[in-house]
């Protein structure tokens, strides 16, 4: 049995476990995203090409994921010259589309944190946490900003968030205030 991370941070790795024997594992780079099929022995970039006009260029990747149900689809968040956006691939990266989302804000300073998740069970919906949290019920094509988990309990400032496991829907979140 392969754990498969369903929720993935700047600087991690996302892995799929597809009908081949191999697995293939994709990297979160400032170069845009890196893939490996041989254990990591070689990493090729994966080409990243979009119709949005602000979104031309090598996309600075700040998290990935893969769905655990259908590795054919791929998430991340990114920016490309100061545009952030969420992007997708249903074929394996061989293509991709982008959806611009007002307020999201992928960093590159060590004080930024980007989450992307996937609910375990109903794949369809994902999470974002960067700057603000967003949620989605159609694999990324709409989002809406989670208000209330952008405040716990008054604190402001989500850093992290997780999703259970086990359970559909529930999302945890941590904040770096006391």
Request: net charge neutral; proline share 4%.
């Amino acid at each position: 049995k392969h754990l498969i991370p369903v929720c993935q941070r700047s600087a991690l790795l996302a892995s799929g476990i597809g009908a081949q024997a191999a697995t293939t594992t994709y990297a979160a780079t400032t170069k845009g995203p890196y893939k490996t099929t041989d254990g990591g022995a070689t990493w090729q970039p994966v080409n990243v090409t979009v119709s949005g006009a602000l979104l031309q260029g090598v996309p600075n990747v700040a998290a990935i994921a893969i769905d655990p149900l259908n590795p054919a689809n791929i998430y991340f968040i990114g920016s490309v010259s100061g545009t952030s956006a969420f992007f997708k691939s249903t074929d394996g990266g061989q293509s991709w589309s982008a959806v611009l989302i007002s307020g999201l804000g992928v960093g590159t300073n060590e004080r930024s944190s980007q989450w992307l998740c996937i609910d375990p069970v109903e794949t369809n919906t994902l999470y974002i946490s960067a700057t603000r949290t967003y949620r989605s019920t159609d694999f990324g094509a709409t989002w809406t900003e989670m208000t209330a988990l952008n405040t716990i309990g008054g604190l402001v400032g989500i850093i992290g968030i997780a999703v259970d496991p086990n359970k559909s829907g529930v999302v945890y979140g941590t904040t770096h205030q006391r």
